[in-house]
Antibody, heavy 120, light 107 residues
Framework: EVLLVESGGGLVQPGGSLRLSCAAS??????????MSWVRQAPGKGLDWVSV???????QYADSVKGRFTVSRDTSKNTVSLQMNTLRSEDTAVYYC????????????WGQGTLVTVSS | DIQMTQSPSSLSASVGDRVTITCRAS??????LNWYQQKPGKAPKLLIY???ILQRGVPSRFSGSGSGTDFTLTISSLQSEDFATYSC?????????FGHGTKVEIK
């Protein structure tokens, strides 16, 4: 069974940092058949694409987080992480980890989400 | 970046109604379009991918159509468990943006 469990959310002050983790089970995060991605959702708002790490390790980011967020993976622990620096109030959201099946990219599996609140 | 526009932003319908939600891309995306259902406090659930392919386990009352820039999600006979927010997403080019969502409410 595929399972994704996020952790690491919480309250942080503007300008601060936070590291989110996504523990995967039932598949390999480095498999050629999937990418791993982060999507966020601000309170009462729609889904906002954040980043993706491809099966070859290549990474891509939304312009709104480029230079501040870094996605990585640990194949030995089968986890994906999102390091978030220089946080802003507009980064407040529930952050979801997702498994993207390829080659027809679709977000087939999602974690339960972890809430990040950026406030003083 | 490709922008996704959904309409309507919300709708009220009754059980048994046929419901149609549209999604328009700011440029052609072929058939690289996914649909998701989301209930309050829950993660999104994949319904349809590649514009018209039903995800395993999703009821056949859900269907998708379209290509290029215009797409449609149809629920043939709305059930009580279908009251939720529906979002489209293009998977043609990164960033794989989502539409703002359509909330389907009980009339």
């Amino acid at each position: 069974e595929v399972l994704l469990v996020e952790s690491g959310g919480g309250l942080v002050q503007p300008g601060g940092s936070l590291r989110l983790s996504c523990a995967a089970s039932g598949f390999s995060v480095s498999s050629v058949s999937n990418y791993m991605s982060w999507v966020r959702q601000a309170p009462g708002k729609g889904l906002d694409w954040v980043s993706v790490i491809h099966s070859d390790g290549a990474t891509q980011y939304a312009d709104s987080v480029k230079g501040r967020f870094t996605v990585s993976r640990d194949t030995s622990k089968n986890t994906v992480s999102l390091q978030m620096n220089t946080l802003r109030s507009e980064d407040t959201a529930v952050y979801y980890c997702a498994r993207v099946l390829v080659p027809v990219a679709r977000y087939a599996y999602w974690g339960q989400g972890t809430l990040v609140t950026v406030s003083s | 970046d490709i922008q996704m526009t959904q309409s309507p932003s919300s709708l009220s319908a009754s059980v048994g109604d046929r419901v149609t939600i549209t999604c328009r891309a700011s440029q052609s995306i072929g058939n690289n379009l996914n649909w998701y259902q989301q209930k309050p406090g829950k993660a999104p659930k994949l319904l349809i991918y590649a514009a018209s392919i039903l995800q395993r386990g999703v009821p056949s009352r859900f269907s998708g159509s379209g290509s290029g820039t215009d797409f449609t999600l149809t629920i043939s006979s709305l059930q009580s468990e279908d009251f939720a927010t529906y979002s489209c997403q293009q998977s043609y080019s990164v960033p794989w943006n989502f539409g703002h969502g359509t909330k389907v409410e009980i009339k």
